[in-house]
């Protein structure tokens, strides 16, 4: 790897104001991510968790290298390696492998609760580890949102779970709010882009032993499955990964994590425009409280009133 001049050049600082190129980061993200539930459906029935998980990482790492090789690297210490190869392994490889499976048996209603569990995972975590605290309106906001995702998985769960399906789905849950807090870690020293473009690859070499398996689906699967499996390497990671980064490195992780919980509801929207899935009527109030939710929990805290010294 090329070390970059200036090695001890510090991440951005972050923010709790409201700037546009977070917020458009952000946008980025939600829409990508959402899409994504979509095309894995559609995708599902011709590539297994794990071939599919591969060839999306195959199709980003490619994207990223390209992307990355003109670009300035910073060196890694031996710490931020470690931290890396952890967001590679749990949030690229075993998130990604987990959740496939996991949805194999947990109707998709179930699945959302469970997985919306991440913030509220990644808000704790971040509070302990990160020093960021618990600040009220994050606390609130967090809750109503994920009281939102609630209704949205009661209305559209299907009674259809398993004891395998529902750990399969808490393990992605959880290694998602572990590796989230380590990449805030390696964030304030390393780009954004470098830190997704290595753990790609750590998670891409990690899912190495699916080879066999996605050459003979490939081989057999229709041309719009294939399509599929390269939008989701670009679009939902390569891009959207490294706008999240970006996002991540410039305000706390408790905020940004609550802010996946617009992804079940824009997920909703957009099934029901290219899937056809009309959903249920309380799934859509769920959608409302959720985005109520993460509008709280961004708003933020009041400031202490500061008291005018006494003139001497």
Excluded at 49 to 71: E, F, M, Q, W
Excluded at 74 to 85: A, F, I, P, S
Excluded at 125 to 152: C, D, K, N, S
Excluded at 185 to 211: D, H
Aim: some cysteine; charged content about 10%; hydrophobic content about 60%.
């Amino acid at each position: 790897m090329t070390a970059a001049a200036r090695p001890r050049t510090q991440a951005p600082a972050p923010t709790e104001g409201l700037d546009w190129r977070v917020v458009a980061a952000v946008v980025v993200t939600v829409l990508a991510w959402a899409s994504a539930f979509v095309v894995i459906r559609f995708v599902g029935r011709d590539f297994s968790p794990g071939s599919l998980t591969l060839g999306r990482l195959a199709v980003a790492a490619v994207a990223l290298t390209v992307t990355v090789a003109t670009r300035r690297r910073v060196r890694l210490n031996r710490r931020e390696w470690g931290l890396v190869v952890l967001i590679g392994l749990a949030w690229f490889g075993i998130y990604n492998v987990a959740l496939n499976a996991g949805e194999r048996h947990v109707d998709a209603g179930t699945a959302a609760m469970l997985i919306q569990l991440a913030p509220i995972l990644i808000g704790v975590l971040a509070g302990f580890a990160l020093g960021e605290g618990f600040p009220r309106m994050l606390v609130v906001g967090g809750l109503v949102a994920f009281a939102g995702t609630l209704l949205i998985g009661v209305a559209t769960s299907t009674g259809q779970a398993d004891v395998t399906g529902v750990l399969l789905v808490l393990v992605s849950a959880v290694v998602y709010a572990v590796a989230m807090v380590a990449q805030k870690i390696v964030l304030r020293r390393i780009p954004g882009l470098q830190v997704t473009w290595l753990a790609c690859l750590v998670g891409f070499a990690a899912c190495l032993p699916f080879a066999g398996t996605l050459v003979r689906e490939v081989a057999v699967a229709p041309t719009s499955a294939v399509v599929g499996v390269v939008y989701l390497g670009l679009v939902p990671t390569a891009i959207a990964f490294s706008t999240w980064a970006y996002a991540l490195s410039r305000t706390s992780a408790g905020r940004l994590g609550v802010s996946t919980y617009v992804v079940p509801p824009v997920a909703i929207a957009l099934a029901w425009a290219f899937l056809g899935e009309v959903p249920a009527l309380l799934a859509v109030l769920g959608g409302v409280v959720s985005l109520v939710g993460v509008g709280i929990a961004r708003r933020p805290g009041r400031k202490p009133a500061v008291t005018p010294a006494p003139p001497v």
